[in-house]
Every structure is written in C-alpha cells, then in structure tokens.
C-alpha cells in the first residue's frame, strides 16, 4: 500500500458539527424514510440530535426523549441573615425531617409532583472531609454513605433530600468534616456521580428562627421553575 497526501479534502456529504451550530433548523430536515423509523428517532433523540415534537409521533406513538442523571442547583436562601430577638441574636430553631417533609410535599404537588417517603436508595455518595494532624500537615479522607433519600416521585423519577441537623450529627458520627463547604454543597458535591437516571434537589435549612419554613418554600418553588426551564415537567 502506497500512501500518497491528499491535495484537496473532499466535501463531507454529512452535515459537520459547523453546520449544525450555524443552523439550527438543521436537524428538523430528517429524510422521509427516517421519519416512520421510531428506533432512528429515538437514536438521534439520545443524541440530542432531534428535538422536534411532530417527529417524535412516528410509528404511531411519542417517543420520550431518555432520561439522564442530573442533579439541581442549590437555591440561595430568601431570607438573609439571622433572627433577632429584643436585640440579641436568638438561637437558631432548626427545622425538623417532618416539618421540611410537609413543607416540600405541599409545594411540589401545586406543580403536579407526588413524593413518595423515602423510594429511592443512592449508594456511594462520596463525602470528601479535611483532615489536619497534630503536626499541622492537612490531608483529605473519602468516606462513602449509602443515603435513602427522603422523598421520590417515581413516574417522574424526580427525588429530593432534605439537610436537617439530624443528617448533619449523623455524619459527625462518622468522622465527616465539612471544612468551609456548607453540609448541603458536601452532600450535592457527594452525590454528582454514578446516581440512577433522574433529576435530584437538596435542600437545606439556613437556620433562621423567624422565616425558615418560607425559605424553603421558596426554594421548592424555585426547584419546580428550573425543572419548568430544563423541561423536566
């Protein structure tokens, strides 16, 4: 075999990914012949290569766009800073699992999402905790939980946990340190890899003692309008 330089590159009779981002009707134009294959559509909508809804009603059914692992942001808190009481600084009144419960179900049913106590198991969620030793000499420990987590809407495959004080004690028992990271950035950093199929929330409790319930209504809330923006429901 006899290897000689190509002068000119041929035209590839595939569009190129220039193409596609240069237009983005590109991928609506799909041969007649795919258009009653409901295996290719469903291929090129894996693919995030066809995202068309008359098309994905080939073969006389919709076909559902697979579902992928994500996990939500964290919400920032509503309410800022601490409560006060006649000046001071008043203790901070922790919400309790049942009360964050109640609280996260009524707002997601508003949004047509049913949480069912505790359905979805996560295996290896990974807690990187600081170390420092008596010589001063920092380190970093791995410690893996297996977390049950506290609410699931199985026909959505959309679940949620909570961050109570009790989660947070657990931990602690286990040797888990949070350095400057936050208890609910520890378990959402925690549980980015290797989770099932679904969209997951944390939520947490900031630890005012006037407004924590709203709070978490609001992030609820704000849970549901990126599901809204990420086309999940």
Known sequence: MTLKPVKQPVRPAYPTREMADADSEIFRRVPARWQTNAAVLAALAGLGLLAVPELLTAAGGKIESPIVARVAPLFPPSVNGRATLAGKFAMPKFLTEEEA??????????????????????????????????????SVTMTKLTTTLDGTDIKRHIAYEFISQEDVNGWEKQGITRGA?????????????????????????????????????????????WLKAEKVI
């Not at 069912?116 to 969620?125: F, L, R, Y």
Request: charged share 25%; glycine share 8%; aromatic share 8%.
């Open 181 to 225: 990271q936050s208890p609910a950035e520890m378990f959402r950093d925690g549980i980015t890899q290797g989770i099932p199929a679904g969209t997951y929330a944390v939520f947490y409790d900031p630890a005012h003692n006037i407004g924590a319930g709203e709070d978490l209504r609001q992030q609820v809330r704000d849970f549901i309008a």
């Open 101 to 138: 419960r109640v609280i996260i179900t009524e707002e997601a049913a508003k949004a047509g999402i049913s949480f069912t106590p505790e359905a979805q198991v996560i295996n290896d969620v990974t807690f990187t905790s600081p170390k420092i030793d008596a010589d001063g000499k920092e």
